[in-house]
């Protein structure tokens, strides 16, 4: 017994599975034509190759070649059986033939009810006539007259697919997937007939050649031209440096070419996925394609060519930067998100980007090769309320730190020292920052020792404990440090305080039971003229005062949320002041 095939349902899988777009029955009927002229030449023929599509007013359309035909025992194994195919033999070898898989006919099927083809072989001399129908039924007869060596098929639209037997249309889908093809292609209709492919490759012009197709195809400018090679894929090919940011997750298009004919426009995993500051038309000899002939056959061959071509992009890259460094640079600058994002993850890349990627420091904005030039030692904030804390004390004490806050910034500069080694790496430790400051002497750890003991009561109720040290700049009175967990304890303290009483009593266990509570730090500027002062007053109430401005002037200072409670404190201490100062004015 034998399995029963239903060729309308073969034709109708083709239709709306296999085959992206009704119009690659033009695909197909090129692919067949080329390898025609290609079995022919490998007779050892001598004959002007060409493949002339003709189309009549009834929307009838023929596509005819001069290649080497078929017999008839050739048309009734390769037209009268689904999957059969000359290039059979050699699926798993490298061959000149772009098709392999037997099915490419049937595609004629998806837009017309019937297939006449017109043959002579190139072996044989007689002229012969097939006629298929969808129903699986065909026919074959000789011809009495004798027609030229090669193949003519002729087809007629279905009332639905009449578009696709349209002049400007057919010519569209000819220019697409056969401008490369070395054979000539002509397109006539009535008296009117014009070549179709007469360009050159892109992938074998010289780079301005190349940079000037791309300009009038994509009308877009690219900022650089990368050749690729592949000598196990038998690769050809450009990947072009597109002049505007790509997202990460927006799908490449790669234009992929088997054997000069277009397999797909909408390639997206023919280079790896870091490069996506690329597009590229690549042309393929060796890959082999999947039935639908609109991706390759994801196999050790092409997982390794894809590698190779990725290494290719990279050493171009390698030697952009040092012959071209300006070009780089603004590769660098308009790709910088997506590039960042990459370089995380991809340590080739992280070593080629990362002397290049800015950062904001306690210096300014920075690239990383300025950085570790001029400081050996470095520290990292993992958030950018942290930089900002202590950004301005940093660069008086010739700290160099570096913001963290950013989008993969900390784990970029985390990364620094796998690839500059003798650069020391600290991550800061907020809260510690202030023992770096000198310290006092005992005689002066005396004397401010009752004006801290006054600011720890005070400033008890805010997670908040102080501190006195000598630091630059002179005239910033108070430097306030804090970190995500003091955070959390103030936001729960004031959640206890605003809930219900079943709501506040879950918040109190967490905030006092599970958690070790964390304080801020107010350091004090034993350097400050104002401070000073402060500390040496004699008047309890005009130090209490002091304090609740110093803490609540910090806060501002740092860009630090305050809540009711500490502006109800700042505004209090103002006034107070303010008042102060009136009355001396008045008197």
């Not at 460094?325 to 994002?341: D, G, Q, T």
Request: a negative charge; one cysteine or more.
């Amino acid at each position: 017994m034998n399995f029963q095939v239903n060729l309308q349902g073969i034709i109708d899988l083709l239709s709306n599975h296999l085959y992206s777009d009704p119009g690659v029955f033009i695909r197909e009927l090129l692919q067949n034509g080329a390898d025609a002229i290609t079995a022919r030449k490998q007779l050892g023929h001598c004959f002007d190759d060409k493949v002339k599509v003709e189309l009549f007013s009834n929307h009838t359309l023929s596509f005819q070649d001069n290649g080497c035909g078929l017999t008839q025992s050739e048309i009734e194994q390769f037209l009268a059986r689904i999957g059969s195919t000359t290039k059979k033999d050699n699926m798993d070898s490298s061959d000149d033939f772009i098709g392999q898989f037997g099915v490419g006919l049937l595609s004629c099927f998806v837009v017309s009810d019937e297939i006449v083809l017109i043959t002579r072989s190139a072996l044989e001399g007689d002229s012969l006539e097939w006629r298929g129908k969808p129903d699986g039924t065909y026919h074959i007869k000789k011809l009495k007259k004798q027609v030229a060596i090669g193949t003519t098929v002729y087809i007629k639209a279905k009332p639905e697919y009449e578009e696709y037997f349209e002049f400007y249309r057919v010519q569209e889908l000819l220019e697409k997937y056969g401008e490369f093809l070395a054979a000539p292609i002509y397109l006539a209709e009535e008296k009117y007939e014009r070549r179709i492919n007469e360009s050159l490759p892109p992938w074998r012009m010289d780079k301005q050649a190349a940079l000037e197709f791309l300009e009038r195809s994509t009308y877009n400018k690219p900022m650089d031209i990368i050749h690729l090679h592949s000598a196990i894929g038998g690769i050809e090919g450009i990947a072009y440096i597109l002049p505007y940011s790509v997202s990460l997750q927006e799908e490449k298009k790669h234009k992929v070419y088997l054997k000069n004919m277009l397999l797909s426009d909408k390639m997206n995993n023919i280079l790896p996925q870091w490069a996506f500051f690329v597009n590229g038309i690549i042309n393929t000899e060796n890959l082999k394609p999947t039935a639908s002939r609109e991706s390759f056959q994801e196999n050790d061959l092409f997982f390794s060519v894809r590698d190779e071509l990725g290494e290719g992009i990279k050493q171009h890259l390698v030697a952009l930067a040092e012959q071209n460094p300006e070009l780089f640079k603004r590769v660098i600058l308009v790709h910088y998100a997506s590039i960042k994002a990459m370089a995380v993850e991809d340590d080739d890349l992280y070593e080629l980007f990362i002397p290049h990627l800015r950062f904001e420091t306690s210096f300014g904005e920075m690239d990383m090769t300025a950085i570790v030039k001029s400081h050996s030692s470095v520290m990292l904030t993992s958030t950018i309320d942290e930089f900002r804390q202590i950004a301005r004390v940093a660069k008086s004490q010739n700290v160099m730190v570096i913001n963290g806050g950013y989008v993969h910034d900390f784990e970029l500069v985390r990364k620094i020292t796998s690839v500059m080694e003798h650069i020391n790496l600290t991550i800061l430790d907020i809260l510690e920052f202030s023992n770096r400051f000198e310290q006092l002497d005992q005689e002066e750890q005396q004397e401010v020792q009752p004006f801290l003991d006054l600011s720890d009561r005070l400033l008890q109720n805010f997670q908040c404990r102080c501190l006195v040290r000598w630091f630059e700049p002179a005239d910033l009175p108070v430097l306030y440090n804090t970190n995500q967990e003091v955070n959390f304890f103030k936001l729960a303290e004031e959640s206890e305080e605003e809930s219900n009483p079943l709501f506040a009593n879950i918040v109190h266990v967490i905030r006092t039971e599970l958690y070790e509570e964390s304080f801020a730090r107010l350091c004090y500027n034993y350097n400050n003229p104002i401070v000073r002062k402060a500390i040496a007053s004699d008047d309890p109430k005009l130090q209490k005062v002091c304090i609740e401005l110093f803490y609540t002037q910090a806060l501002l200072m740092g860009n630090h949320t305050m809540s009711s409670e500490e502006l109800k404190l700042m505004n209090e201490s103002l006034l107070h002041f303010m008042n102060m100062g009136l009355a001396q004015a008045g008197e």
